[in-house]
């Protein structure tokens, strides 16, 4: 059966219009010839004919459609259920008692072609607002200064730490019986965290990393047997497991400094970092000082806009170890230890695989900072403007009636009796108009704009009260209040949930409702108070 698309549809009339025949234009697009006869006088398109069949009118679900690209803009895209909230609101607010199917979703996607379902990135809020067009912008203009243009690719470095759980493996499909609806994956239970400082170059090299792990003190049965394939490597231990300013000082003067010596000494050498507390420490600008070298720091929250090891070498490097830690634990058992031991292993397969020379460039390449490309990062789709608009249907402005729409000017005004009060109403009053005889085209066109106009209406009163709902659950969850101390009876170790209310109250906090403690509570608990028995002991072999 031939497939056409609503384009090969205009193009055929437009070529018919020109002069071309309806059979030729029907062989050349194959649509039907009475396809393009009804639609030569004045016959809906499907979509059209069967939008009264629809949940939501076009008007609404193309608001709707509006909507979510302004969310998805603004860093806040909206899920299927989301979706489905927000249209039985609109649906509520039309007065219909009509519940959305299970496939509306499906079928509202399919509707709209601007729309698709996607994965989402988890990102902190302070890295999707402070990654805006402005800041890169500016921040370029440093890479264009003279003394920054003369560097050499070679002597281009980049810079920055990350971390990996120790027995943390992928989540991937897995093959079993059908019999079985879920299937359970060994686990080491490791859950250790370790860190690590990887430096990459614009041409693709990278130096030895430094493996901080978490303890007091570097303990010799963490390593393998085999140490000739971690020769070059630097290991510390740190009480928390991540970098502080001795250690970053003294990567800079241990690796950094010695591995990327240039042949020329009066070379200049450029470290691009993230703002980091470690990382600017008089001790790190004095061996720059002396060293000449050029300290670069990326704009606050845009590494994963800019920085090369974010780009293209952290996220294959963990999708590397996971999958080394599935393989290491494909025939484990009950006895099996997943420790430092097995994590060095894992990394360092893991890290012969994703820290290539080939993936160290792209990441210079993805951020335009090698070479320099402004449009790279401003082009990056993890790029987030609050200015920003949806790139598809801002052309509306809030008077004008939806394309395919005609002017609701008519010769004649129709008299309606009565005010249709609920969308229902109001679709008979216009089936109605459309059936008339007496009335002009111009005046069934007005019932029509009528009725979108009312669709439009509901759906932006909807989306309105969701996002006024939203900012009030926003505001009540960031509201600061006092700090109080909730004091336990002495007699107990936990706190009641009657005491939290009194240091709220104390505290001057809003409580929604009051918790009172019943009589058979304060009647039978002895917690306040210490018994002290009246009765008189006998003593032992005594007499009475």
């Not at 067009?133 to 264009?144: D, H, S």
């Not at 634990?329 to 230890?337: G, K, S, Y």
Request: charged fraction near 30%.
């Amino acid at each position: 059966m031939p497939t056409y698309s609503e384009q090969d549809l205009q193009e055929a009339l437009a070529d018919i219009q020109d002069g071309m025949g309806l059979g030729e234009a029907s062989r050349k697009y194959m649509i039907p010839k009475s396809t393009l006869h009804g639609r030569l006088h004045n016959a809906r398109p499907r979509a059209e004919a069967f939008e009264r069949y629809q949940a939501l009118s076009k008007v609404q679900e193309d608001r709707l459609a509006q909507f979510i690209q302004k969310m998805e803009a603004l860093g806040n895209p909206l899920t299927h259920a989301q979706i489905r909230h927000i249209a039985q609101r609109i649906l509520d607010l039309s007065g219909s008692t009509h519940q959305l199917g299970k496939d509306w979703a499906t079928a509202f996607i399919r509707r709209n072609p601007s729309i698709g379902t996607k994965r989402a990135r988890r990102m902190e809020n302070s890295r999707v607002t402070g990654a805006t067009r402005k800041n890169i912008t500016e921040w370029f203009k440093i890479l264009r200064q003279p003394e920054f243009q003369a560097i050499k690719p070679e002597n281009r470095w980049n810079m920055d730490e990350s971390g990996i759980m120790e027995g943390q493996g992928s989540n991937g499909l897995v093959l079993g019986s059908k019999e079985t609806r879920a299937i359970q994956r060994r686990d080491p239970g490791s859950r250790a965290w370790t860190s690590f400082i990887e430096c990459i170059s614009a041409t693709g090299k990278r130096l030895p990393p430094l493996v901080i792990f978490k303890g007091k003190s570097v303990q010799a049965q963490w390593f393998p047997r085999n140490l000739e394939p971690f020769q070059g490597w630097k290991f510390t231990a740190t009480e928390k497991g991540w970098t502080d300013d001795d250690t970053c000082h003294e990567w800079m003067r241990k690796i950094f400094l010695p591995c990327t010596r240039p042949d020329n000494p009066n070379d200049w050498r450029l470290i691009i970092l993230d703002g980091h507390g470690s990382h600017a420490t008089d001790e790190i600008m004095w061996e720059c000082y002396i060293n000449n070298v050029l300290m670069l720091f990326l704009p606050p929250h845009t590494s994963h806009v800019l920085q090369p090891l974010d780009l293209a070498v952290f996220s294959a490097l963990k999708r590397a170890y996971r999958k080394q830690v599935n393989n290491l634990l494909l025939f484990c058992n009950d006895t099996t230890v997943f420790g430092k031991r097995s994590f060095l292993e894992a990394y360092r397969i893991a890290r012969d695989e994703a820290v290539t020379e080939k993936n160290a460039k792209s990441g210079w390449y993805a951020g335009g900072l090698w070479p320099l490309n402004l449009q790279k990062p401003l082009s990056s789709p993890l790029l987030v403007d609050d200015k920003d608009q949806p790139k598809s249907q801002e052309n509306e402005s809030e008077g004008t009636l939806p394309t395919g729409s005609t002017s609701p000017r008519a010769e004649k005004r129709c008299p309606v009796p009565v005010t249709p009060a609920q969308k229902k109403q109001l679709r008979e009053w216009v089936a109605n108009l459309q059936g008339s005889k007496k009335l002009t085209r111009s005046q069934r066109r007005a019932g029509l704009a009528i009725l979108q106009e009312f669709d439009k209406e509901k759906a932006e009163k909807a989306l309105l009260q969701c996002q006024l709902e939203a900012e009030a659950a926003r505001r009540k969850a960031t509201k600061v209040e006092k700090r109080r101390k909730v004091e336990p009876s002495l007699n107990e170790r936990f706190a009641s949930i009657v005491e939290v209310q009194k240091a709220k109250i104390a505290a001057g906090h809003d409580v929604d409702a009051l918790i009172v403690e019943s009589e058979v509570e304060n009647r039978g608990s002895v917690g306040d108070c210490i018994v002290v028995s009246t009765r008189r002991l006998r003593p032992r072999g005594g007499k009475k």
